[in-house]
């Protein structure tokens, strides 16, 4: 093989390995648009699901008060 046919070869072989790098950026790129695509929603779900408990644990925690059973009631009534 002369000087030029091995220039020639190695172009090739470069042309190929570019085309080979774009598909995989390419694939990569898709890729991760897809992910970020489908975690955005998850995480704005879980977040709106911690804030929801947030929101319902405190407000319970609010109007929560101690109640006396019935029992006790007229326990303590029969005391007076």
């Known amino acids: 093989m002369d000087p030029e046919q091995i220039r020639q ?6 042309a190929s390995i570019d085309r080979k790098l774009d598909v995989l ?5 898709n890729a991760k648009q ?10 704005i779900a879980i977040a709106a699901t911690i804030a929801g408990v947030w929101v319902w644990k405190s407000r319970s925690a609010r109007r929560r008060r101690p109640r006396r059973s019935l029992r006790v009631a007229r326990a303590a009534a029969a005391f007076r």
């Open 9 to 14: 070869e190695m172009r090739l072989r470069r």
């Open 25 to 29: 950026a390419a694939y990569t790129q």
């Open 34 to 43: 897809r992910t970020i695509r489908r975690a955005i929603p998850a995480a």
